[in-house]
């Protein structure tokens, strides 16, 4: 397949079909469709804004018309606004954290106390009427806290307008200028962005430098910057002949003046962010269903060699992904070179990009992952981060096992390892901890990214692995362009396999309860099992007997319900408050030893195996 890559034609196959895609339904006509045959409704903000970026400076000028629709059965009379930029500045909730927690993210520390007005970040709103109207709001760190002059009520909209100003801080935690590889702008969470509102009511976090809620809506964006600049992100370019890339003939005729408008429409997402700078190499190449995939990168010969194999790789991954939880709805995804290490946008990522091959392709299966596990399935990632960070490992960990691995039977290890670690600290906090409130940095890492993987990979210990197959693509099909929480992935498994699982999501999420199994002792034909730790499961017994042959049994867990498929042999179920367990075998027993595929996450498998 032809990858196209010379600058002077990099945008004029990019953007070329920029339309917006029926693939991707509205918001308002999901929420019509929704909303008839169910209780669930959501939010809906539709956002056109024209924005002007001054590149000597890093400060930026915008206007934005805000068309918000209240689906929810609540009269509201304040909104809310996140202007994240407000983070980057001495003496904020950010730079505080970061020097008060013991175990500071490498990235921060104490580099946004250092910070000159002129590299601070902000977010200021000069003006906001509502309907014509002047209403009065106020600015407290990261939120702004808007009170209405008219209610909002039920099932109507309303139209806000806004002026708003900008300063790009120093690149230190995902969003900045200049990061440490050159990339001039990446720009994340750099608009005021509205708060969601749910059946929980709203969600206004101060950016702490962890996860986002967003909400969703279609978004019509105008960027004006100096015209050496090249633009990558969320949405379709609508207009390539206006910026002067003639994208029939493959030559560059670049209108008169120093500045150019770049205009992208993204139809129902719930964020739009883009990257820019004048080194930018823009490379396309076509995967599944004729989505254009883009790469952005630095005009850097050390890296080239990598960029360019990345590109056959991002298409076997979309491939996979599709195949394995659902199809991408969108024309087009970026890869773009900027940020801080790797993050998730709508209908793209920035990643850090001078790594070896193996992680530039790692990095990126991680984060177009996220297009399903955030992006397309949009968990609230303050409060269920081990849901996107997770499932995300989960299923970016089964492509890197496959196309770049050694096919391990159990791909998973390394997130057992970092969970079992974690426990042993005795630092770990329950899952349901809210992504800012966790003790040490170390703890929320490996909850939101290994103990969440696992929550799936054990999955198929207990439903079986093509239950869980089935799972995951019920879950996006029943889902997708929605907020789902824990109980919406417990209970599509729950319905695939005919299991009930609210001891699982109960114990694994809400808990630290351990899963410790042993085998106490052998006699003879008799085998008694043992339960050590809290938190119940099922259990796979391997029996080796003496006369040389073997048997596989299988335990069901008495609240379980139900049984997972199986060839072993099944045994009579074992209910969670009696401590031990005797299985009857009919030969004299050589060696024992629980959950040969080792799925469960035993914390002691020391005692998993015995011989007599």
């Given at each position: 397949?032809?990858?196209?890559?010379?600058?002077?034609?990099?945008?004029?196959l990019?953007?070329?079909?920029?339309?917006?895609?029926?693939?991707?339904?509205?918001?308002?006509?999901?929420?019509?469709?929704?909303?008839?045959?169910?209780?669930?409704?959501?939010?809906?903000?539709?956002?056109?804004?024209?924005?002007?970026?001054?590149?000597?400076?890093?400060?930026?000028?915008?206007t934005?018309?805000?068309?918000?629709?209240?689906?929810?059965?609540?009269?509201?009379?304040?909104?809310?606004?996140?202007?994240?930029?407000?983070?980057?500045?001495?003496?904020?909730?950010?730079?505080?954290?970061?020097?008060?927690?013991?175990?500071?993210?490498?990235?921060?520390?104490?580099?946004?106390?250092?910070?000159?007005?002129?590299?601070?970040?902000?977010?200021?709103?000069?003006?906001?009427?509502?309907?014509?109207?002047?209403?009065?709001?106020?600015?407290?760190?990261?939120?702004?806290?808007?009170?209405?002059?008219?209610?909002?009520?039920?099932?109507?909209s309303?139209?806000?307008?806004?002026?708003?100003?900008?300063?790009?801080?120093?690149?230190?935690?995902?969003?900045?200028?200049?990061?440490?590889?050159?990339?001039?702008?990446?720009?994340?969470?750099?608009?005021?962005?509205?708060?969601?509102?749910?059946?929980e009511?709203?969600?206004?976090?101060?950016?702490?430098?962890?996860?986002?809620?967003?909400?969703?809506?279609?978004?019509?964006?105008?960027?004006?910057?100096?015209?050496?600049?090249?633009?990558?992100?969320?949405?379709?370019?609508?207009?390539?002949?206006?910026?002067?890339?003639?994208?029939?003939?493959?030559?560059?005729?670049?209108?008169?003046?120093?500045?150019?408008?770049?205009?992208?429409?993204a139809?129902?997402?719930?964020?739009?962010?883009?990257?820019?700078?004048?080194?930018?190499?823009?490379?396309?190449?076509?995967?599944?269903?004729?989505?254009?995939?883009?790469?952005?990168?630095k005009?850097?010969?050390?890296?080239?060699?990598?960029?360019?194999?990345?590109?056959p790789?991002?298409?076997?991954?979309?491939?996979?992904?599709?195949?394995?939880?659902?199809?991408?709805?969108?024309?087009?995804?970026?890869?773009?070179?900027?940020?801080?290490?790797?993050?998730?946008?709508?209908?793209?990522?920035?990643?850090t990009g001078?790594?070896?091959?193996?992680?530039?392709?790692?990095?990126?299966?991680?984060?177009?992952?996220?297009?399903?596990?955030?992006?397309?399935?949009?968990?609230?990632?303050?409060?269920?981060?081990w849901?996107?960070?997770?499932?995300?490992?989960?299923?970016?960990?089964?492509?890197?096992?496959?196309?770049?691995?050694?096919?391990?039977?159990?791909?998973?290890?390394?997130?057992?390892?970092?969970?079992?670690?974690?426990?042993?600290?005795?630092?770990?906090?329950?899952?349901?901890?809210?992504?800012?409130?966790?003790?040490?940095n170390?703890?929320y890492?490996?909850?939101?990214?290994?103990?969440?993987?696992?929550?799936?990979?054990?999955?198929?210990?207990?439903?079986?692995?093509?239950?869980?197959?089935?799972?995951?693509?019920?879950?996006?099909?029943?889902?997708?362009?929605?907020?789902?929480?824990?109980?919406?992935?417990?209970?599509?498994?729950?319905?695939?396999?005919?299991?009930?699982?609210?001891?699982?999501?109960?114990?694994?999420?809400?808990?630290?309860?351990?899963?410790?199994?042993?085998?106490?002792?052998?006699?003879?034909?008799?085998?008694?099992?043992?339960?050590?730790?809290?938190?119940?499961?099922?259990?796979?017994?391997?029996?080796?007997?003496?006369?040389?042959?073997?048997?596989?049994?299988y335990?069901?867990?008495?609240?379980?319900?139900?049984?997972?498929?199986?060839?072993?042999?099944?045994?009579?179920?074992?209910?969670?408050?009696?401590?031990?367990?005797?299985?009857?075998?009919?030969?004299?027993?050589?060696?024992?030893?629980?959950?040969?595929?080792?799925?469960?996450?035993?914390?002691?498998?020391?005692n998993?195996?015995?011989?007599?």
């Amino acid at each position: 397949m032809k990858v196209f890559s010379k600058i002077n034609i990099l945008l004029m196959l990019v953007f070329m079909s920029c339309k917006p895609q029926q693939e991707a339904m509205s918001s308002q006509q999901k929420m019509t469709s929704s909303s008839a045959t169910s209780t669930y409704w959501q939010q809906q903000v539709n956002y056109k804004m024209d924005v002007s970026m001054d590149v000597n400076n890093y400060q930026y000028t915008g206007t934005q018309k805000l068309v918000y629709t209240n689906n929810s059965p609540d009269v509201l009379d304040k909104v809310y606004y996140h202007l994240y930029f407000n983070a980057f500045q001495p003496g904020s909730e950010m730079d505080v954290r970061s020097r008060t927690i013991s175990d500071p993210d490498r990235r921060v520390r104490d580099r946004i106390s250092k910070l000159s007005d002129t590299e601070i970040g902000y977010l200021r709103v000069k003006s906001l009427t509502q309907n014509g109207k002047n209403i009065s709001y106020t600015t407290e760190g990261t939120i702004l806290e808007v009170t209405l002059n008219t209610p909002i009520q039920p099932g109507t909209s309303t139209t806000f307008d806004m002026s708003f100003e900008g300063q790009v801080p120093v690149q230190i935690r995902r969003s900045g200028r200049n990061n440490s590889e050159g990339v001039a702008l990446s720009m994340t969470q750099w608009y005021p962005k509205m708060a969601e509102y749910d059946f929980e009511g709203w969600h206004t976090p101060p950016y702490i430098g962890r996860e986002f809620h967003g909400v969703w809506g279609d978004f019509d964006v105008k960027i004006t910057i100096d015209k050496k600049y090249v633009l990558g992100g969320t949405g379709y370019l609508q207009n390539p002949n206006q910026i002067g890339y003639g994208y029939e003939t493959g030559t560059v005729e670049r209108p008169s003046g120093n500045t150019l408008t770049w205009h992208f429409k993204a139809p129902n997402v719930h964020d739009f962010t883009w990257a820019a700078d004048p080194d930018f190499v823009h490379d396309t190449y076509k995967g599944e269903n004729n989505v254009t995939l883009h790469f952005l990168y630095k005009n850097d010969p050390s890296i080239k060699e990598n960029w360019k194999k990345l590109q056959p790789k991002t298409a076997e991954m979309l491939s996979f992904f599709n195949k394995n939880i659902g199809t991408y709805p969108y024309k087009q995804y970026s890869v773009i070179q900027g940020g801080d290490g790797g993050m998730e946008y709508a209908m793209c990522t920035l990643i850090t990009g001078n790594r070896s091959f193996g992680s530039l392709v790692g990095v990126t299966a991680h984060e177009l992952a996220h297009t399903w596990f955030q992006f397309l399935l949009a968990t609230n990632e303050s409060k269920h981060e081990w849901m996107d960070e997770g499932f995300t490992s989960y299923i970016s960990t089964l492509f890197m096992n496959e196309y770049m691995g050694s096919k391990k039977e159990n791909p998973h290890t390394g997130a057992y390892g970092s969970y079992f670690r974690l426990v042993q600290s005795g630092k770990e906090q329950p899952l349901t901890t809210h992504a800012d409130r966790y003790e040490y940095n170390r703890a929320y890492s490996t909850a939101a990214y290994s103990k969440g993987q696992i929550f799936l990979a054990q999955l198929e210990y207990i439903i079986g692995k093509e239950n869980v197959e089935k799972t995951l693509k019920k879950y996006f099909q029943d889902f997708k362009f929605k907020h789902p929480t824990p109980n919406d992935i417990k209970r599509t498994a729950e319905k695939v396999s005919g299991i009930h699982l609210d001891w699982y999501l109960t114990d694994w999420a809400q808990t630290t309860n351990t899963i410790d199994y042993g085998v106490k002792e052998i006699n003879g034909k008799t085998i008694l099992l043992e339960r050590i730790g809290l938190m119940p499961m099922p259990i796979d017994i391997k029996v080796n007997y003496t006369d040389g042959s073997s048997e596989d049994f299988y335990i069901p867990l008495r609240m379980m319900r139900g049984e997972k498929p199986t060839k072993a042999t099944k045994k009579a179920d074992w209910a969670w408050a009696y401590p031990y367990y005797e299985l009857k075998t009919n030969k004299a027993v050589k060696s024992v030893e629980i959950d040969p595929s080792q799925l469960m996450a035993d914390i002691n498998r020391d005692n998993n195996v015995a011989r007599q």
